[in-house]
């Protein structure tokens, strides 16, 4: 999965990167608020200190509100350069090496779980995996909080259209056609918020899971 043709030089080029996110965050009120979506849920829904995990991490952006908030914070991520960097940036970040499909940490140990614009990175197979590895590593009463794309209304489509064309893999869009809701349905989780954003390009959602079939 190559992606897009300014994919990999976003990822070589921090401010590349940066920017890119920088423009496509204006719709929700900018960088920090397109960062803190999921966390801002989770929160709410959890005690003060409560165990979160932020699967697919990468440099910590995420996790740093959860962190500000009092959470314990376990970041998950497979790239090691970027978890160095998560370190570096958030001290009191624990960070795990691993594949958000198979996660290398106990069942039951979070009371909550965030994945931030990282599953649409996934193929459909694998994608049910991160999902339902999630749903092994919260606790019965444990929330996940998702962001992630969605697709847009008439006037942001054209520029979701040429974002995923420049910036993303085939994964996208065919996450773009996936309900999530079921998805979650299907993968153990019961859906308890939901809420488009940025003129419908972003969906959040907030679930807890199922009991055991």
Same mark, same amino acid.
């Given at each position: 999965?190559?992606? #897009? ?24 009120? %900018?960088?920090?608020?397109l960062r803190r979506l999921a966390a801002d849920w989770l ?19 995420? &996790? ?10 376990? %970041? ?19 960070? /795990?090496? #691993?594949? &958000? ?16 614009? &990282?599953?649409?990175?996934?193929? &459909?197979?694998?994608?049910? *995996? ?16 998702? /962001?992630?794309?969605?697709?847009? %209304? ?5 520029? *979701? ?19 999530? #809701?079921?998805?979650? *349905? ?28």
């Amino acid at each position: 999965m190559a992606g #897009g043709p300014l994919r990999r030089l976003a990822y070589r080029h921090r401010w590349l990167y940066d920017s890119v996110t920088a423009v496509s965050s204006l719709s929700v009120g %900018g960088t920090a608020r397109l960062r803190r979506l999921a966390a801002d849920w989770l929160l709410a829904a959890l005690p003060p200190g409560a165990r979160v995990l932020d699967l697919c991490c990468g440099s910590g952006e995420a &996790a740093a509100p959860l962190l500000a908030a009092g959470a314990q914070v376990t %970041g998950l991520d497979i790239a090691p350069r970027a978890l160095e960097l998560a370190a570096r940036r958030h001290p009191r970040l624990t960070t /795990v090496q #691993g594949l &958000a499909e198979n996660p290398p940490l106990p069942p039951g140990s979070f009371d909550g779980i965030q994945i931030s614009l &990282a599953l649409h990175e996934f193929p &459909a197979d694998e994608r049910r *995996q991160v999902l339902r590895a999630a749903r092994r590593l919260v606790t019965p009463d444990g929330r996940l909080a998702l /962001v992630d794309l969605h697709p847009a %209304g008439p006037a942001l489509r054209l520029p *979701q259209q040429l974002f995923c064309h420049l910036f993303e893999t085939e994964t996208a869009t065919a996450f773009l056609a996936l309900d999530l #809701g079921d998805e979650l *349905q299907r993968c153990g989780w019961h859906p308890l918020r939901h809420e488009l954003l940025a003129g419908g390009a972003l969906q959040r959602w907030l679930a807890e899971p199922l009991p055991p079939p």
